[in-house]
């Protein structure tokens, strides 16, 4: 049975976020008053980029083609230190939040990497407005991560999301609030989501993230846009676990109530997107350091 679980919860790492895009996308749909996309509809199109061929610049090397397989490489690592529902992390150690948000953050860079070695000049302002960003993002992760594992009093992504939590939230409900409203900030941000993004646009002054990929095609598209819905996994992952603070159940049952919290901040997710507009690209570096605001005060309870 625990090999067994583990298996689900694998496979509900690897097969499930393209499912989470689709109901974000869905949602949003019905909000317009469209009838928008299947929810299945980035199962269809990674299959259909994976059977059509690159196209590569001149300009470009061996950075650009590897720039999606790393950035997918490392998302999928950092999977590894999650603990899902109530399943541990498969490499769980101490201090293992540390290298978790390093693993997203080398994504990041390779991103970076693959837009800047093209030459364009349009991916350079994407990957320059990315790294503006994210800088002002990782503080603010740092700082949540920070809050939860001073609360649980465990510095293990297992520990910190595991059968510590609920006594933290009963002891420290204000600190692992105040968390919680930063981190989904965060993963809006992180995430190229609407306020700070938008991952359907097409207009190039004001992309961010897809922006650095108007290169990219066939195969190489593919795993950057299965990469994202991972990382957008992990994020509504690590917000499930905060914001619910659920005791660990065991078993199947887990799994269903972690699934359960996927679909809601997949929800959440999409309401935000229907109700609020892009904010100006000089607006975002406020939205982010509010969110280390935030996560500041949190952990400034927890010492006092």
């Known amino acids: 049975m625990p090999a067994l679980l583990a298996l689900a919860y694998l496979a509900l790492f690897l097969l499930a976020p393209p499912l989470v895009v689709g109901i974000v996308n869905r ?74 948000a390093y693993l997203l953050g080398m994504a990041r860079f390779a991103t970076v990497l693959a837009a800047l070695d093209t030459g364009s000049s349009f991916e350079g302002m994407g990957a320059a407005r990315e790294v503006t960003f994210s800088a002002l993002a990782e503080p603010a992760l740092f700082l949540c991560l920070v809050t939860l594992a001073r609360a649980t009093g ?82 509504g992952a690590l917000f499930v676990r905060l914001a619910l603070g659920f005791r660990t159940v065991e078993g199947f049952a887990g799994l269903g109530i972690f699934a359960a919290g996927l679909v809601g901040f997949a929800i959440l997710v999409g309401v935000v997107e229907s109700v609020m507009a892009r904010l100006r690209l000089t607006r975002v570096p406020q939205l982010l350091v509010g969110a280390s605001v935030l996560s500041t005060f949190g952990l400034v309870l927890l010492l006092r």
């Open 154 to 235: 465990s510095a293990s992504l297992t520990g910190m999301l595991g059968a510590a939590l609920p006594d933290a939230w009963a002891r420290y409900a204000p600190a692992l609030l105040l968390a919680a409203i930063a981190l989904f900030v965060v993963a809006l941000a992180e995430n190229a989501r609407i306020p700070v993004d938008d991952p359907n646009t097409h207009l190039e002054l004001t992309m961010i993230h897809e922006l650095m990929v108007l290169d990219h095609s066939g195969p190489d598209l593919a795993l950057i846009l299965y990469g994202a819905s991972l990382k957008l996994f992990l994020f």
């Open 27 to 100: 949602v949003k749909s019905l909000l317009a008053g469209r009838k928008g996309p299947p929810t299945w509809q980035l199962y269809a199109d990674l299959a259909k980029l994976a059977r059509k061929g690159a196209v590569y610049s001149r300009t470009a090397t061996w950075v650009f083609r590897a720039g999606p397989v790393v950035a997918l490489a490392s998302v999928i690592c950092a999977g590894l230190f999650m603990a899902f529902g109530g399943a541990p992390a498969a490499l769980p150690f101490t201090g293992d939040f540390v290298l978790f």
